[in-house]
């Protein structure tokens, strides 16, 4: 069982930066990928990146390359998401989430409750 929290939303304009953080309760959060999604209003929820166990191997969504860097810290259980270059829309709810798995493709068994990040223009 891992259990996941998520901070650092909030409002910010366009362009501005934010630090999104996902905390983790459980023995096992050093050995799960942890990926980061976001649901805008009225859309289906998108993947935006994924870390590896170990945080060798990251997998970024086109939309995000270049603008958002994923880290973790296992040794704090923590994984973060550093947003750059914000633009109106990725305005949405962020989640993380984990699984045992590869960076890439589904299989996601654990989620956040979410976190509000809002980019004005």
């Known amino acids: 069982q891992v259990q996941l929290v998520e901070f650092g939303g909030g409002l910010v304009q366009a362009g501005g930066s934010l630090r999104l953080s996902c905390a983790a309760a459980?023995?096992?959060?050093?050995?799960?990928?942890m990926g980061w999604f976001r649901q805008a209003p009225g859309k289906e929820r998108e993947f935006v990146v994924a870390i590896s166990w170990s945080g060798g191997s990251t997998y970024y969504a086109d939309s995000v390359k270049g603008r958002f860097t994923i880290s973790r810290d296992n040794a704090k259980n923590t994984v973060y998401l550093q947003m750059n270059s914000l633009k109106p829309e990725d305005t949405a709810v962020y989640y993380c989430?984990?699984?045992?798995?590869?960076?890439?493709?589904?299989?996601?068994?654990?989620w956040g409750q979410g976190t509000q990040v809002t980019v004005s223009s």
């Open positions: 989430a984990a699984k045992l798995g590869p960076v890439n493709g589904r299989g996601y068994d654990y």
């Open positions: 459980g023995r096992t959060f050093s050995m799960h990928t």
